[in-house]
């Protein structure tokens, strides 16, 4: 059983085989490759993407000598393929997407650096939210009523409630009359609860600056202050950038030293870069998501049962 101090979570599952449109040449562990792709999942719309992405492209060009463009990917699978195919050499990952990835390709892939929350801090939590004019105080109130997820890829809204909510003996499945996935867009898991379609949804927390409903209310597109959150899982890992394992070890200090330093040599592409989510960056290494993949194998050891 995982400790409940657990800094060691994920966000990300089944990542079954896709397609990944993009040609790109096999380097070898010691050789310098001839370009560099970033895969980028959008979880917001496409000219928010590009901002934040086509400067943070030229940047890392200019810091390694290498061309770097980017590739748009329509859901996890693809950035798998890529990785496996040697068509991906780095990417976004949430915890439990890296450590999906990990598996899938037997250790082809290999976290680089993590993100820090605006305190400073590495790791988040997941969330369960409700309206505040709702009767619903705690999980308990919840049994039998309708409750969202957000994707079964996520840590956050999906793998690592379910894990955490089974140790305190609620399988979520039977426990709630009624459970979704509703996708992975924060302001698609909010609306779902503000407009009355889900009665709760899980979503992440990075600090009271920075989560699943703070984040949402900011574009407007729900009022302020109409919703709160009625549980906190343990901690958990940071989303994180991770590279493909076969690079060699300069090329890898390179991507790890231009993403932790961007914050101090392009303030104003840092701006852009982080949105205003994150702090900064600190090294990671595989043990430090060690505890995501025993989650992820109870889940699909319960699932199976």
Known sequence: MIAQSILQLAGAAIFAAAGFMAAFPVAAQAEKPAQLTIAVIPDETDAEMIARYEGFAKYLTDKTGIPVRLQQVTDSAAVVEGLRNNQVDLVRLGPAGYVTAYNVTEGRVEPVVAEL???GNFGYNSV????KDSPFKSVSDLKGRSVAFGEATSTSSYQAPVYFLRQQGIEAEKFF????FVGGQPAVQ????HNGTYDAAFGGYRSETSNTIVDVEKTGVVPAGELWIIWTSPKLPSSLWAVRADHNDELKKQLADAIINLKTEN???WSVFSGGKVSGFQRVTHADYEGI???LAANEADRRN
């Open 117 to 119: 929350d605006s305190n």
């Open 128 to 131: 369960l939210f409700v309206r």
């Open 190 to 193: 909010v609306s779902a609860v």
């Open 267 to 269: 303030p104003e592409l």
């Open 293 to 295: 993949a025993e989650i």
């Open 177 to 180: 009359g009624k459970t979704g």
